[in-house]
T-cell receptor
């Protein structure tokens, strides 16, 4: 079974801080994704990565960056945290070239509060 | 671009009653569709997926969904609701990416409440 692990379940940070959210998967998947989830808006894609050191912007990349130095790890970085980045953040992974009907596998999420 | 519409942000049903959660999609190509469930304080778990092999798809926990191309719908049903079904449900459509990766576009979710 695929395991996607997010380093923190709950995180509280202050405005202006640089925040790192970490995600690790154990299935050698090429693709990894970061979403944020807000009530009434569903999940929105922030960034994704299809290989080590490769990244693509999703639908809402502003205020975020990512890092993929190793295949199993995908980090989301809030360069200067703001209160409107208070949200639930979900990481997912997916194997390459397995067809459009393969599901993404999700971690349990990090609930981030920016004070 | 793909899009997904889930009608009803909140649905309440009595225990033992039929569950019907609605999902409509827009897609310019044959879609690949998914239903995910999210229990409180957890990530998303796959319920079922449409793979074009059959229009009626059976998933986990007694859920099923029917793909209707003419209605561009993929509604989720369960004949008899159980208290443990209380959760948030997301419909998603797969969007072909430039590099063979598959982005998902999600609906806004439906929170299902079960009335004892």
């Amino acid at each position: 079974d695929v395991k996607v692990t997010q380093s923190s379940r709950y995180l509280v940070k202050r405005t202006g801080e640089k925040v790192f959210l970490e995600c690790v998967q154990d299935m050698d998947h090429e693709n990894m994704f970061w979403y944020r989830q807000d009530p009434g808006l569903g999940l929105r894609l922030i960034y994704f990565s299809y290989d080590v050191k490769m990244k693509e912007k999703g639908d809402i990349p502003e205020g975020y960056s990512v890092s993929r130095e190793k295949k199993e790890r995908f980090s989301l970085i809030l360069e200067s945290a703001s209160t409107n980045q208070t949200s639930m953040y979900l990481c997912a992974s997916l194997g390459q070239g397995r067809g459009l009907n393969q599901p993404q596998h999700f971690g349990d999420g990090t609930r981030l509060s920016i004070l | 671009a793909q899009s997904v519409t889930q009608l009803g942000s909140h649905v309440s049903v009595s225990e033992g009653a039929l569950v019907l959660l609605r999902c409509n999609y827009s897609s310019s190509v044959p879609p690949y569709l998914f239903w995910y469930v999210q229990y409180p304080n957890q990530g998303l778990q796959l319920l079922l997926k449409y793979t074009s092999a059959a229009t009626l798809v059976k998933g986990i926990n007694g859920f099923e969904a029917e793909f209707k191309k003419s209605e561009t719908s993929f509604h989720l049903t369960k004949p008899s609701a159980h208290m443990s079904d209380a959760a948030e449900y997301f419909c998603a459509v797969s969007d072909p990416g430039s590099f063979g990766n598959e982005k998902l576009t999600f609906g806004t979710g439906t929170r299902l409440t079960i009335i004892p």
